[in-house]
């Protein structure tokens, strides 16, 4: 057997672990919740918490309030917890189902079992504020069904606990004693914890105590709207600004036709000195066989569990795991084309001197309306499910400083550098041997999406890789893509984090 054929036959046994490998998670991801449901319960404690500010009394403040937080508050958050439940309680029915095959090994049993019961104490969680709300409505009745239900169940017994507190705080017989507090404070956060301790008070007939918590209160809601201006304010800024210089590109498009800056560079592709075989070789072996077979084997090896780690720790494994998966992936792109070598000219160009600044930040505005739009289209289609990538659900906790710079190395240097040099700089101008540019860019952008093994994240994310792609068609800079990918990053983050932050 000679050695090229022995290499492909290689090649094809990786490409079928991979692409087993690959459509396993995507089938996984199927089944899981979305960031975005959490997102939306995020925000309606900041919602909540704005929505007691004083000021927002006056009429003008209250017009324009209302883009922020909405005309009936309380009901929108009841019906954000009720979807949510809803969301959570449909992949609780699906775990449970996974759990009755016969064919599971010990290891996927304890993993069902215990991501069953994390859901269960999510739902009770979810019931357990619900009830504030409902109460906060005058639903009082309502509400102490919502927690005789935890009652009965036995759920976790903090949580069984403070259903009894709270049943208590709006029932007809309040059990009035000071330790009541520390107990709420311990249990609920957020608005949740304001709204219970007001209740303890009102009831108490305390007005000096009432009164320094509203005061209080009014300090956390002018934050919250703040922040919410700014979640809801900058997005769509951007969101506009993005519209009106994409119509502006058309506009020109259709004046100026082929000297329009959509058409730079529109059909010129690369020289392409290797074949397919060496692309083939670079993304199974480079990307998703390190990436999704060999590292996953080492760490399960290793016996690490990043879910038993704190925040901090956890922003370190997912950084030093990224960055074995970069160098590894990088270190199989250079041995593959480095026969080649000296490449052609435009092959993978940091031009440093140039107007790169103004293709990323232009990139960027594109991308905000063109993704949003396809991310609303396509949530129509996944209604909470489909997965999402895991580093969002830790940047939505991480309240930590140390552990935010990382997760924004992460995100915003490593995963910038790292795919743009590898889906811009290497895949795309190879597919152009064998594609137009068009379709290359098309292509490219697909397989983007692919490997972040998340099924409602492959529309939005294959928009997002057309823009990255066609910044980089254009201006053959990778500093310019790599620009445009690292505001998208840093504005998801950024989001995260300030939602995060409103839960305290």
């Given at each position: 057997m000679s050695g090229k054929l022995l290499k492909r036959l290689i090649l094809s046994l990786l490409t079928f672990v991979a692409i087993a490998r690959i459509f396993l998670s995507l089938g996984n991801s199927l089944d899981e919740p979305q960031v975005q449901s959490r997102l939306e319960l995020y925000q309606a404690n900041l919602v909540l918490h704005a929505a007691e500010l004083d000021a927002l009394e006056d009429t003008e403040l209250s017009d324009s309030s209302a883009t922020f937080i909405g005309n009936k508050p309380l009901e929108t958050a009841e019906q954000q917890y009720q979807n949510a439940k809803n969301a959570v309680r449909d992949n609780l029915?699906?775990?449970?189902?996974?759990?009755?095959?016969?064919?599971?090994?010990?290891?996927?049993?304890?993993?069902?079992?215990?991501?069953?019961?994390?859901?269960?104490?999510?739902?009770?969680?979810?019931?357990?504020?619900?009830?504030?709300?409902?109460?906060?409505?005058?639903?009082?009745?309502t509400a102490l069904s919502t927690w005789d239900n935890l009652i009965l169940k036995e759920s976790e017994i903090d949580i069984s606990q403070t259903a009894i507190i709270l049943k208590n705080l709006w029932g007809r017989s309040p059990d009035l004693s000071e330790n009541l507090i520390s107990q709420i404070s311990v249990s609920l956060?957020?608005?949740?914890?304001?709204?219970?301790?007001?209740?303890?008070y009102q009831l108490q007939n305390n007005d000096s105590a009432l009164s320094s918590l509203r005061a209080q209160e009014q300090k956390i809601a002018s934050k919250a709207f703040f922040k919410l201006a700014l979640i809801s304010g900058l997005p769509v800024l951007a969101g506009v600004s993005g519209f009106i210089f994409l119509i502006f590109l058309l506009g020109q498009l259709f004046l100026q036709k082929e000297k329009a800056?959509?058409?730079?560079?529109?059909?010129?592709?690369?020289?392409?000195?290797?074949?397919?075989?060496?692309?083939?070789?670079?993304?199974?072996?480079?990307?998703?066989?390190?990436?999704?077979?060999?590292?996953?084997?080492?760490?399960?090896?290793?016996?690490?569990?990043?879910?038993?780690?704190?925040?901090?720790?956890?922003?370190?494994y997912v950084l030093i795991t990224y960055l074995l998966m970069a160098v590894a992936g990088l270190s199989v792109l250079y041995f593959s084309i480095k026969s080649f070598f000296p490449l052609p000219k435009d092959w993978f160009q940091f031009k440093f001197a140039s107007n790169w600044p103004l293709w990323g930040f232009g990139g960027y505005l594109i991308a905000v309306p063109l993704v949003i739009l396809i991310s609303l289209i396509n949530q129509q289609f996944w209604q909470g499910q489909g997965g999402s990538n895991p580093l969002l659900f830790l940047a939505l906790q991480a309240q930590d400083r140390v552990a935010l710079a990382i997760f924004f190395f992460t995100a915003c240097i490593a995963a910038p550098i790292f795919e743009e040099i590898l889906f811009r700089g290497f895949l795309l101008p190879s597919l152009t041997r064998y594609f137009p540019v068009w379709g290359a860019i098309f292509a490219s952008s697909?397989?983007?999406a692919i490997a972040h093994l998340s099924l409602s994240e492959v529309l939005p994310l294959t928009m997002l890789g057309i823009v990255l792609a066609v910044v980089y068609t254009r201006s053959r800079n990778l500093l310019a893509s790599m620009l445009v990918h690292c505001l998208w990053n840093t504005g998801t983050l950024f989001s995260l984090f300030i939602l995060g932050s409103g839960v305290n």
């Amino acid at each position: 057997m000679s050695g090229k054929l022995l290499k492909r036959l290689i090649l094809s046994l990786l490409t079928f672990v991979a692409i087993a490998r690959i459509f396993l998670s995507l089938g996984n991801s199927l089944d899981e919740p979305q960031v975005q449901s959490r997102l939306e319960l995020y925000q309606a404690n900041l919602v909540l918490h704005a929505a007691e500010l004083d000021a927002l009394e006056d009429t003008e403040l209250s017009d324009s309030s209302a883009t922020f937080i909405g005309n009936k508050p309380l009901e929108t958050a009841e019906q954000q917890y009720q979807n949510a439940k809803n969301a959570v309680r449909d992949n609780l029915t699906k775990l449970e189902t996974q759990l009755e095959r016969l064919s599971l090994s010990a290891d996927d049993i304890e993993q069902l079992e215990a991501a069953i019961a994390k859901e269960s104490e999510f739902i009770d969680e979810i019931d357990l504020k619900l009830g504030i709300i409902q109460a906060r409505e005058g639903k009082t009745q309502t509400a102490l069904s919502t927690w005789d239900n935890l009652i009965l169940k036995e759920s976790e017994i903090d949580i069984s606990q403070t259903a009894i507190i709270l049943k208590n705080l709006w029932g007809r017989s309040p059990d009035l004693s000071e330790n009541l507090i520390s107990q709420i404070s311990v249990s609920l956060n957020g608005w949740f914890n304001y709204a219970a301790i007001e209740q303890f008070y009102q009831l108490q007939n305390n007005d000096s105590a009432l009164s320094s918590l509203r005061a209080q209160e009014q300090k956390i809601a002018s934050k919250a709207f703040f922040k919410l201006a700014l979640i809801s304010g900058l997005p769509v800024l951007a969101g506009v600004s993005g519209f009106i210089f994409l119509i502006f590109l058309l506009g020109q498009l259709f004046l100026q036709k082929e000297k329009a800056i959509l058409l730079v560079n529109n059909t010129l592709a690369w020289q392409t000195p290797w074949d397919w075989e060496i692309v083939w070789q670079v993304l199974i072996v480079g990307f998703f066989f390190i990436g999704q077979i060999i590292l996953p084997l080492l760490i399960g090896i290793l016996g690490l569990k990043i879910g038993e780690y704190t925040i901090r720790y956890q922003a370190v494994y997912v950084l030093i795991t990224y960055l074995l998966m970069a160098v590894a992936g990088l270190s199989v792109l250079y041995f593959s084309i480095k026969s080649f070598f000296p490449l052609p000219k435009d092959w993978f160009q940091f031009k440093f001197a140039s107007n790169w600044p103004l293709w990323g930040f232009g990139g960027y505005l594109i991308a905000v309306p063109l993704v949003i739009l396809i991310s609303l289209i396509n949530q129509q289609f996944w209604q909470g499910q489909g997965g999402s990538n895991p580093l969002l659900f830790l940047a939505l906790q991480a309240q930590d400083r140390v552990a935010l710079a990382i997760f924004f190395f992460t995100a915003c240097i490593a995963a910038p550098i790292f795919e743009e040099i590898l889906f811009r700089g290497f895949l795309l101008p190879s597919l152009t041997r064998y594609f137009p540019v068009w379709g290359a860019i098309f292509a490219s952008s697909f397989l983007f999406a692919i490997a972040h093994l998340s099924l409602s994240e492959v529309l939005p994310l294959t928009m997002l890789g057309i823009v990255l792609a066609v910044v980089y068609t254009r201006s053959r800079n990778l500093l310019a893509s790599m620009l445009v990918h690292c505001l998208w990053n840093t504005g998801t983050l950024f989001s995260l984090f300030i939602l995060g932050s409103g839960v305290n």
